[in-house]
């Protein structure tokens, strides 16, 4: 099986900040990679596809980008609905591995 | 508006059986593949396995393999996750979800189904 992680595992921000979230595969998965956004007690919600392709209707303060195994997401200005769990998805070779999440939580 | 409606939370007992559903509405159900992830308590999502509705054909994550059961009746748009034993351990949040097939992400997800296994 293909094994993603992601760093940080938490993330401590304040609004306006810019964020960071790193996703790392255990080999190469071009660029099928996606990135999800959970809130508690809620479905996880489809973010970015094929590592840079924001979904209709995201935002735009939403970027993703790399290939082969290292991706990240960046969130321009963290705005008050951002603070969430974030997972990255390689879905190159089943089964469809997802990395362990990073929680994003107010500083 | 696609939906995938997932039935509701289920408090069993250890040993016994049990099977969960997710009922898509607003699309063709047959053209999309439905997956189903685990969430265990404070922790993040595992791809247990999916199913083609068109055919039925499975492929289950060998960490779930023999395990659970992936099933579809595409007659009522509907596909199950059931397993025969139940364990505490098994004790998650379950989530369908569709994808398109081939190189597509999980684009609809169903609003989870609560299982509880507990003596």
């Known amino acids: 099986d293909i094994q993603m992680t992601q760093s940080p595992s938490t993330l401590s921000a304040s609004v306006g900040d810019r964020v960071t979230i790193t996703c790392r595969a255990s080999?190469?998965?071009?660029?099928?990679l996606a990135w999800y956004q959970q809130k508690p007690g809620k479905a996880p919600k489809l973010l970015i596809q094929?590592?840079?392709s924001l979904q209709k209707g995201v935002p735009s303060r939403f970027s993703g980008s790399g290939s082969g195994i290292e991706f990240t997401l960046t969130i321009s200005s963290l705005q008050p609905d951002d603070f969430a769990s974030y997972y990255c998805?390689?879905?190159?070779?089943?089964?469809?591995?997802f990395g362990p999440g990073t929680k994003v939580d107010v500083k | 508006e696609v939906q995938l409606v997932q039935s509701g939370a289920e408090v069993k007992k250890p040993g016994e059986p049990l099977r969960i559903s997710c009922k898509g509405f607003?699309?063709?159900?047959?053209?999309?593949?439905i997956t189903w992830v685990r969430q265990m308590p404070g922790k993040g999502l595992e791809w247990m396995g999916k199913?083609?509705?068109?055919?039925?054909?499975?492929k289950y994550s060998p960490s779930f393999q023999g395990h659970v059961t992936i099933s579809v009746d595409k007659s009522i748009s509907t596909a199950y996750l059931q397993w025969s034993s139940l364990k505490a351990s098994d004790t998650a949040m379950y989530y369908c979800?569709?994808?398109?097939?081939?190189?597509?992400?999980?684009?609809?997800w169903g609003q989870g189904t609560l299982v509880t296994v507990s003596s």
């Open positions: 979800a569709r994808r398109y097939g081939g190189y597509d992400p999980l684009d609809s």
């Open positions: 607003g699309y063709y159900f047959t053209s999309y593949w």
């Open positions: 199913i083609d509705p068109s055919d039925s054909s499975t």
């Open positions: 080999q190469s998965i071009n660029r099928w």
């Open positions: 094929k590592a840079s």
């Open positions: 998805q390689q879905y190159d070779i089943s089964p469809f591995t």
